[in-house]
């Protein structure tokens, strides 16, 4: 069973608004840290957004004041609101938990991932 299921990307409009979601089952979703991460084509996985279990949040500066993490424990359920987008936002998107020391925004610390859904931003 896969822990992680991210929805909601698609096709938008520079300036258009997504909402990102991220689904988790057999995971103890609401003791968990969680975070949002993107990666292009060639490029490294970086992190955009982490929110506690309390839902205190950080984000990238490249994602700061456009994008708002959320989550819904009762629905074992991550959100990514994504307002403003910017054609450099195009990226595959990745939900993220279960942190097992590290960084927040370092690929490594992190032991569960979604499969990615897509977001193209066209200019």
């Known amino acids: 069973q896969v822990p992680l299921v991210e929805s909601g990307g698609g096709l938008v409009q520079a300036g258009g608004s997504l909402r990102l979601s991220c689904t988790a089952s057999?995971?103890?979703?609401?003791?968990?840290?969680m975070s949002w991460f993107r990666q292009g084509p060639g490029k490294e996985r970086e992190g955009i957004s982490w929110?506690?279990?309390?839902?205190?949040?950080i984000y990238a500066d490249i994602v700061k004041g456009r994008f708002t993490i959320s989550r819904d424990n009762a629905k074992n359920t991550l959100y990514l609101q994504m307002n403003n987008l910017r054609p450099e936002d195009t990226d595959m998107y990745y939900c993220a938990a279960t942190p097992d020391g590290g960084l927040w925004y370092v690929r490594t610390t992190w032991r569960n991932w979604g499969q990615g859904t897509q977001v193209t931003v066209s200019s």
């Open positions: 929110i506690s279990s309390s839902s205190s949040s």
């Open positions: 057999g995971l103890n979703f609401r003791d968990s840290p």
